[in-house]
């Protein structure tokens, strides 16, 4: 079955003409800034060792890099990063932490989403704190390279993108 649906974190394999979408797990129950856990990861390797003619993005929930958040990355990241490193992977999409970056991860293009609701700052204290700033990214894949093009507020608000009101109190 192409998803796997349960208590358990969703994983996926979508392979397209000339594209591959991985979805890898990085959730897990009790563990709020994710993992890379061994059953998944040995998934992962055995959906890149089946050939593929085309390209292949690999998606995550939870950031994997340490020190592009005030959180912490998903824990045990480097299993997954030695992965990366070994195989045809063209790029990286994450999540998790609301703000969009940029950066390697195994070598290859390595990149965070924007969140189509909010923005999580960072206070002095170590709090956070959440402000209505949506915001999107577009992809296109072009010989192999994945170029982003944000899209702020102005293009993400009349979309209609924004149905969530979040209350602190």
Not at 27 to 34: E, K, L, N, R, S
Not at 145 to 162: A, F, H, I, S, T
Request: hydrophobic share 40%; charged share 20%; glycine share 10%.
């Amino acid at each position: 079955a192409p998803f796997e649906i349960g208590f358990s974190p969703v994983r996926s394999a979508l392979c397209l003409p000339g594209l591959r979408i991985l979805a890898f797990p990085t959730g897990t129950p009790c563990v709020p800034d994710g993992e890379v856990a061994e059953e998944p990861l040995r998934w992962l390797e055995g959906q890149l060792a089946l050939p593929f003619a085309g390209d292949t993005l690999l998606l995550t929930h939870h950031h994997l890099l340490p020190g592009q958040f005030v959180l912490p990355p998903a824990h045990h990241a480097a299993a997954l990063e030695a992965l990366v490193q070994k195989n045809a992977v063209a790029a990286v999409l994450t999540g998790h932490t609301h703000h969009y970056f940029e950066g390697t991860f195994g070598g290859k293009p390595y990149f965070t989403a924007d969140s189509l609701a909010f923005s999580v700052e960072n206070e002095s204290d170590g709090a956070l704190r959440f402000e209505e700033r949506p915001g999107a990214t577009l992809f296109t894949l072009e010989e192999g390279r994945l170029r982003p093009r944000r899209l702020g507020d102005d293009v993400v608000r009349p979309l209609g993108c924004m149905q969530t009101q979040i209350s602190t109190t």
